[in-house]
Structure formats: structure tokens, C-alpha cells
């Protein structure tokens, strides 16, 4: 061979070895591009998780022709169903027992059968009411059984019944049909009605008594954010009956003043014997309360990226990351949910599941005053946004979309429904830099998975987050924003809020966010353990004369349900965890500790007739043994019958013992919201962020994040700009690259139409005639 060819071919083959050598070392990407790819799938190759999955379309599909076929009554379409028809107002997943799951991820057990769980309006019957039936095995549906009786132990009444969308459109059309034109002068020279300059929006619950279904519907300017433009007029319509014909007015609203019903305030109103207080008519896109950014936009906000691609994995309903792992899922009353948390492989949480979101309202308006909406009922899961890329979520996190049946036979698809992303929170998660005796830094990056989905139910939009972090600890959080509900302004308003615009009263109200936290800490069994400090006096041994006053620890077991019942407003113990069967290296018990972040306004009395429905919001934290019987801390059906509720949870807390069982905390973080100036057009979420952190407590020898791959160390000896010493210093060189930003797109918009009506309380969205009237 020629030497000069020869010289070439090894020059070649050394800067090949060299090129590779790099390659393995760093990964570094090729310049000016950067990997977006996801790593290798850590999920069980028989996908175990999927025990927790939602339901398929298809699956949601065949349920509902199983069903059509097989009850032996005609089923309308929901969304077209009248109050006296049968139809399917719901499909979800129904999840299997605790103990037939367990058996099957752990100890080698069959997968369960894969059911569904159907709710039924049965109104053309003599005894019309709601049935809830598990149907399975799932493809190939074979079965139903009525679980009503068992669950909920007696038929649940049909007034109870959440209310459809159809049955809003039903409203409205009553409005246009019978309300209206039976005050036309007034409707025409006062509200300046021309057929859709109006929106309206349901109070909650329905009346005073159980069997009652009489709403106050409040009246607002149909223009862009109209919860913010109420016009004072306000209707309570009696729509208890079956049948639409015998709908009818109860009270009218005014300014202020009541009326027997539309005929009464139209005489009132020519005869000249009512205040009238007109309403400048806003533009279309609200004026004050549009969302449309009031400068242009200039130079981008910084933005977040993976120089190597992302470090997780999301396949089907699983997600890992790092030492993480979870299966997640979507229920279409109770919204976001997780099951089966492990760390390092040990389950620490079996489900951690949102349960249930209130607000208390008050005002000097009808509507306003007896509003106390239960957001299950209407749907957190079903009320889920298709999240904008790079606002609502980083650009490049991963997006899921999800599948719900509801108010409809239709299956709808929420496009882009829930984010999964790592997020470098910008701040250590631990560090230290020693200036004695020896000079060195260590540190970690605060870096952490995060699980999101938004709901907007209404007026207001709630931010679910759940959190890992690398230390082991875990963060469930909430934060609200979106518009603030308001009532006319008028009389004594500045006793129930604040004046935000010239006719708008921001109502005060309250939010409460209760949560099921199913620990498994070292095991099923666990006690509930409460740490805390007190001072005590000692005489100070090298000089008996003198007194010291030195915190100790204090250490109690909360033995029966009651002794773990803490009430909202009351003294909760600093450090409460589940404690294990288990001990670490140092003897002591294996631990997980709740730790509550909240700033919850009062809770209703307990006098109060309705209370018992929403009584989990009593507590703050209480710790009950874990039941089949016992799933939720509430229903669907107490919003409109939280008189005689399907569900109180106050009956769940019979001071049982508690020790070394298997143990479910459920858990309420909250807020008081006084509207002010600043919620104009919108609150933003700074300020209102509530939730709770499980943070290991003595769960393991030492802080697990030691062992993190992203862990940084250098003393003043080494050469901390070398990649071998300091990954720091590498970064010029793995990260010096532009991310691949996919194009923007958004499908929230498509269909809209078919989910939402203008009745509702969660009404702004864009949709048909049915919000406007």
C-alpha cells in the first residue's frame, strides 16, 4: 500500500475512535441541534400499569352498545334527552378492589377483569331515578349488575341527578320562550335585549330542602369575560318538574328589589315604580375584561429544553423518571388521578386522587349568596382544557390527550389534556459551600417532574399539579385562576366584597380542595405518628444555679380515627407521618410526614342543613382505615341535594382504631378569595397556590438525592472547569445547541360546541345559542 494512503487511513481511523470516544463520554449532540427523543420505555413489559388505564373509545363504544342492547328500556342520546327520558348520563373506568390489584402486581395474581362503571338517568319510569351499573369484562362487555343499593345503601332519588347539559339548553330555550317576552318593555328599553346580548350562569345548590330543584340563574352582558358584566337582573326558575311544560318562574330579581315573577317587574317598571340602574353596554370584547394583551409583544420570555431530549418516559398511562415511577389517569367527575408511586421501586403511595373542589360564596344578590358549588358534580375531569404549548406547560413537554363519555353518547377527545415535563426550578434542592477548614461546593440542581392538567369549570381555572422530586418527596398542588365571579353592584355589596368596576361587586368566597392519599409506607399497614416540640426548664449541669429553657421532642401515637380528625382552624401536630412496621439503619420507625400548605378560609357551620354534604371540609387532615365502601370523601349527587347527602363524609370518622392498618388521609387545602382591583380582568396564580408535600421521614438512611446523577462537587484542589471533575463546566460544549421547537397548534377550539351550554356555571366557552338568549 502506498505509505501516503496508508498515513491517511489511520489518520482516519484514529479520528473515527476519537469522534466515538466523544460521543460515549458526553453525548453530545451534533451542533446547533438537539435530541428530542425519548429514552427506552421503563414500563413493565406486561404493562401492569394499565390495570389503573382509563377507558379506550372503543371500550367506551362497546359499553354503550352493550347497554342500548341489553336493559330492555329505550336509551335517548344525553344530549338530546328530555328530564321524563332514560338515558346514559356517563361512562368511566371502574377500578378494581385494592386487594385483587395488589395480588396481581405483587404477588404474582391474575389481572383483574377490566369494568366499567355506568351512570343511568331513568326518568320514564314510575319511580324515576339515577342507577349506577359496573359493566364488564371489558372488550367484549357480557355483564351489568346495579351496584346503586350496595354503594350508596338505597336508590339515589332522581332529583339528585348532576344536571345535563341538555337540560341547561332547555333553560335557556324557556328563557327566550317564557321569561322574556313576558316583560318586553323592560327587556327591551333596560337590558337592550336584542335575542343574544345575554349570558347567564347557575347558582348551586338547587332550593332549600331535598326534592327541591329551583335555580337562581344570574344575568350578565354577552360579551368576551361577562362574568365580570351582570346587568342586576336575576331569575329563580322552578324546573323540578319532568315535564318542560310546567317549568316556571318563582322570583325575579332587580337592583335590589324582588318581584313575584317577569309580569310583576314589567308592571313595576311602566307604571315607573322600580329603580332602574342602566348598564353601559360593553363592545363585544369586554372592555375591561378582555384577556387581549394591552402592549405587543417584544422579546421572547426564556424558554426551557433538554439538550439531550427529555429524561422520562410516558408510555400509555405510566411515567418514569429516575427513581420514579407512576401510573396516572382521568375521572371524568374527580379529574386528575395517580396510582401505585413508587421510589425506587418501593410503593410509597397507592392512589392519590383530587376528590372534590368548593367554593363558598356570599353576596347581597340571591344568585351570589346561595351559590356553594361542588365541582365533582359538574365534571373536573370532563371540564379538563387542551393546554397551550409553551403558556399553560413548557413548549416541549410531552402532551396526552384523554377520552371521556358524558352528557352524551358521543366520545369526546380532549386533545393535549395532560403535560408531563421536567422543570429546573432554578434553585438548589440542597448545597453547601465550605469556607473552614476545607474549601469545597456541593450542591444539586432542584430539578423535578411535574404532572399537569387544567380544568376551567365556569368562571375559574385550576392548575393540578403533581410533583417529584429527586429527594424522594412528593407535591400535590393547586392553583387558581381565571375570572372572578361577581354580583350587581348595589345597596350594602361592600359587606360581601369589593367594588372592581363601575356596577361589578367581586363577591367574597372561599375554595377548598380535598384530596385522597392512599400511603403505603414500607407496606399496607401503617400508624399515624405525630412529632412536635415543647420547652422544658433544666438546670444547666455545669452550673446548677442557672436555668435553661431547650426545646425537646415530643412523640405521640393517634390511635383512633377521632384522635386524627385535626379541624380546619384548629392546632395540627408539625410533624405527622405514616409510620411502618420497618425501621432504618438508626432504629427508627420508616416514615412518610404530610405537610399541609394552606390558607383556608372558615368552614360552613355545622348547623347549616347542607353541611354534612361537604362536611370532609371540616378538616384539614383526617386519617380514616381504608374501605371499598368508602372510595370518595363526597358524590356527585350532593350538589343538588345536599340536604339529605349521598355521601357524608363526617360518618366515614367513627373512632376506629387506627394502628398498624391500612390507612387513607384525606386532606383539604384551601383558600379565602376577597376579590380586589388586580383580579381585573383576571386572578393570577401568584398568592393562590395551595396543597401538601409527602416528604420521607426516616424513611431511609440518608437523603436519597445523594445518589443523583445531577449532583455537583468540587473542592478548591481540583480543577473545577475539567467535565471530569465538574459536569458544570460541560455544559458550553453538551448544551450548546438550539432545540427542534415543533409548530404551534392548539385543538381546543374544535367541537366545542357539542360540550358546553350557556346556562351552566361553566358557561364562557365558545359555543352555540345555548349560551347566549
Known sequence: MHMKTALILLVLAFATIFALVCVLLTRVPAPGTCQHQPPEPEVPEDGRSLVFADLTPEELARVVRYLQGSLGVPLVDASRAKPSDNCIASVDVQLPGKAEVLQFLDGGGARPPREALAVLYFGDQADPNVTEYVVGPLPVPTYHRDVTVQKYGGKVPYHRRPTLAVEYQQIAGFFKSRVFPAAPSFMRQVMEYDGTSLAAVTAAPRGFQSGDRATWYVLFQNVSGFFLHPVGLEV???HSSLDIGQWAVSRVFYNGQYYRDMAQLESAYVQGRISVEKVRKAPPDGDFSSMRPRAPSAAPFPLQYEPQGPRYSVRKNHVAFQAWSFAFGMSVKT???????????????YELSVQEALSVYGSNCP??????????SFGIGRYTSPLVRGVDCPYLASYVDVHYLAHSQDIRTIKNALCVFEQNLGSPLRRHFSNLQSLYYGGLVNSALVLRSITTVGNYDYIWDFIFYQNGAIEAKVQATGYASSSFFHGDGLRYGNRVWEHTLGTIHTHSINYKVDLDVGGVKNSLVAHDMAFEMARAPWNPEQQI???RLT?????????????LQSKIPRYIYFAANSKN???????????????????VPEASSMERAISWARYKLAVTRRKEEEPTSTSIYNQNDPWTPTVAFADFIDNETITNEDLVAWITAGFLHIPHSEDIPNTVTVGNSVGFLLRPYNYYDLDPSIYS?????????QDFTACEVNPIACLPKTASCLPNFPPFTYDGFKNTSKLYCSMSHEADQPV??????
Open 768 to 773: 352555540t345559542d345555548f349560551r347566549s338568549f
Open 549 to 551: 429553657e431547650r426545646p
Open 709 to 717: 446523577h445531577d449532583g455537583v462537587f468540587f473542592t478548591s484542589e
Open 236 to 238: 329563580l326558575v322552578d
Open 555 to 567: 412523640k405521640r401515637v393517634l390511635d383512633t380515627e377521632d384522635q386524627a380528625a385535626f379541624r
Open 367 to 376: 344568585g351570589g349568596m346561595s351559590t356553594r358549588y361542588m365541582d365533582g
Open 585 to 603: 439503619k438508626w432504629g427508627h420507625q420508616r416514615g412518610y410526614r404530610i405537610q399541609i400548605v394552606s390558607f383556608a378560609g372558615d368552614h
Open 335 to 349: 379529574g386528575l388521578r395517580l396510582f401505585d408511586i413508587r421510589y425506587k421501586g418501593e410503593r410509597v403511595v
